[in-house]
């Protein structure tokens, strides 16, 4: 692919401030004349700003004259190798493509408005796209699936909103509800992987017997039985949940690298030896058994780096990060640590993101893994 759309380095700056000029102030600072070129802001705050962010980018493009922004907020964000949770914080990324090389994709809020949407524009189609979603929507799966379908490369990265206000996104303008984001052309070259943050437990297990949500049977046996075999002594379920620390995970289908969702494990009947999911499930589907746990974590998070620079040609000139709220400080420490282990594996490279309710990779959602992608 071309890679003449890339005119200078990206830029980027992050801070913390209870006052978001003082913050904005200082992002610029760091930026320097990075943004001089740059075309495209990406922008980040956490939600202690909450109703002031459509001022915070308003500011930031007054100040850089860069027009087109797309961003949204967290109860977490990450720059470089920095995580900012629970503080009033933002994170700007300036990139210099050609406005040829990319368009805003303004709010879809049904699969019909994507289906009539214009995803492409003059002589380009999008070939891939990163989103910001509202997790209130009722058919954000959908709308995931759709918009990824009408992409060239069938692939969309993002992350979904995490607030205890407003989940507000930005693409040219403040909106709520449904996805927004960026269309980019073939011609910016992108490197994407996910980390997976659950390990599993044991094998695949087929369902059997399953009402909606509730697991009956697996492999012919109480889904509890099997649930606990799986889990051990030391990790089986009592009573209600699982305490927030054994998932299900619903394999991929068609994956060739044994990819699957997590998903979260809401109720257990120990009297009829039922497990409840959050997702509903069909007879005859695979599933299997996950716990979180901090080393697989990071294993998984070494190798899938080692993946992504093996198959680089180039250094990164800019990076996205979308990460769980699950992860973070609440499973790797509270050091940045999860930050670190990418800085360090992809050098000084200009990174910003945010921690969210869930994230997106080639045409799905996910939980409780982290979304790299790298601009080349």
């Keep these: 692919m071309s890679t003449s759309v890339v005119l200078d380095e990206f830029a980027y700056g ?5 006052d978001w000029r003082a913050a904005a102030d200082a992002c610029l600072e760091q930026c320097g004349t990075g943004t001089r070129n740059a075309s495209l802001g990406f922008v980040y705050a956490t939600d202690t700003y909450g109703e002031r962010f459509g001022e915070i980018v308003d500011y930031l493009r007054s100040q850089t004259g860069i027009v087109h922004w797309s961003g949204t907020m967290g109860l977490g964000i990450c720059a470089g190798s920095r995580e900012y ?15 040829s090389a990319f368009r805003m994709l303004p709010p879809l809020r049904s699969p019909r408005e994507v289906a009539q949407a214009r995803m492409g524009w003059g002589n380009h189609d999008a070939n891939f796209a990163v989103l910001h979603a509202d997790p209130g929507s009722r058919s954000l799966t959908s709308l995931v699936r759709e918009i990824a379908g009408r992409t060239t490369s069938g692939f969309v990265v993002g992350g979904v909103t995490s607030s205890r206000g407003r989940a507000l996104q930005y693409a040219d303008g403040l909106s709520e509800g449904g996805v927004s984001g960026v269309l980019f052309s073939e011609d910016v070259t992108v490197a994407t992987r996910l980390t ?47 305490g927030g620390y054994l998932f299900a ?3 991929v289908e068609g994956s060739d690298t044994g990819d699957y969702v997590v998903r979260n494990l809401v109720g257990i009947d120990a009297r009829g030896k039922m497990v409840a999911l959050s997702q509903p499930v069909q007879p005859g589907s695979e ?35 979308f990460s769980c709220l699950g992860r973070g400080a609440s499973l790797f420490g509270d050091d940045s640590e999860e930050l670190r282990m990418i800085a360090d594996g992809l050098g000084d490279v200009p990174l910003v993101g945010f ?20 601009f080349l």
Excluded: K, W
């Design 14 to 18: 992050h801070a913390a401030a209870a």
């Design 85 to 99: 949770l629970d503080e009033p914080a933002l994170a700007v990324m300036c990139c210099p493509f050609e406005e």
């Design 196 to 242: 997976q943050g659950c390990a599993p437990l044991g094998p695949r297990h087929r369902v059997t017997d399953a009402h909606q949500n509730v697991l009956i049977r697996l492999d012919g046996r109480p889904a509890l039985d099997v649930l606990r075999e799986d889990a051990g002594p030391a990790h089986a379920p009592g009573q209600g949940t699982a």
């Design 249 to 251: 995970g619903l394999p």
């Design 287 to 321: 599933i299997l058994f996950c716990r979180r746990d901090r080393g697989s974590a990071s294993d998984d998070l070494m190798c899938m780096l080692d993946s992504i620079r093996a198959g680089m040609y180039r250094s990164p000139r800019g990076a996205l990060y």
């Design 355 to 374: 921690f969210g309710n869930g994230e997106i990779s080639h045409n799905r959602l996910y939980g409780y893994t982290g979304v790299l992608t790298l």
